[in-house]
């Protein structure tokens, strides 16, 4: 019996901040990066030509987000979370003309995307262990285009909305709590701007009219300090 509470006892350290998790309250602050997608559908519309566009973002390019951290306690294992974030980064869109095996006839532009992220968010934690307590969280989230540029090619609505899933590790230091995150987002509403007026050459046109749906899709890694 002594050697078993002596095995436990080496195994429990001392806490830090024991009373952290029991706020009513608290608040923090987030950054880290993320890379943006999109989730493309093609009409297969040929234009007067002959050409047969389809498009296609070939590599994800990194950008960064920064937030703030509203927490509501909801009890033992449940937290309600409300985190507005910033995120700066950008889309690379490559159109291969469907007419050529090899690729060669292609046309490619970039699209920034500075997104501002309402997300609401309920948080599973486990059992904490020491100083280590991993956690689960789901939700929604609406995103706003603060950088969108009429002029591009390929135009984005402004308003976005989805759902998303992540987890995460309380690590609790003397002084505030760090808290490495990864979250995916996937955005539910089309996005893709369809009607192009605003275009003067007719050329330009043809890239939008080669999609005829787009859906957002979002991953973020953050490093959260509360």
């Known amino acids: ?7 436990y006892a080496q ?6 901040q024991p009373y952290a998790d029991m706020k009513r309250y608290h608040f923090g602050f987030h950054v880290g990066m993320h890379t943006q997608d999109l ?3 093609h009409s297969g519309v040929t234009t007067s030509d002959g050409r047969t566009w389809f498009a296609e973002i070939p590599s994800y390019s990194p950008g960064f987000s920064v937030g703030v951290i509203g927490n509501l306690y909801i009890n033992q294992y449940l937290n309600l979370r409300f ?8 889309k690379k869109f490559t159109f291969i003309d469907a007419r050529t095996a090899n690729s060669q ?3 490619t532009t970039s699209i920034r995307s500075n997104y501002l992220a309402l997300p609401l968010d ?12 991993p956690y689960l969280l789901g939700g929604v989230f609406t995103h706003f285009d603060m950088g969108r540029k009429k002029e ?7 308003l976005d909305y989805g759902v998303e899933i992540g987890f995460g590790c309380d690590i609790y230091l003397p002084y505030f709590k760090l808290c490495p995150e990864l979250k995916f987002c996937f955005g539910l509403a089309d996005v893709l701007q369809k009607d192009r007026s605003d275009l003067i050459s007719e050329s330009d046109r043809v890239y939008t ?7 957002s899709r979002l991953i973020v890694l953050t490093f959260n300090f509360e």
């Open 39 to 41: 989730i493309l559908t």
């Open 122 to 133: 309920l948080k599973y934690t486990a059992v904490r262990l020491n100083n280590y307590r």
């Open 209 to 215: 009219e080669a999609l005829s749906k787009a859906t």
């Open 1 to 7: 019996m002594m050697a078993v509470s002596s095995l």
């Open 152 to 158: 591009t090619p390929v135009l984005l609505k402004p």
């Open 11 to 16: 195994r429990q350290r001392p806490k830090n």
């Open 105 to 107: 006839a292609t046309f």
């Open 83 to 90: 985190t507005p974030t910033v995120h700066f980064g950008d």
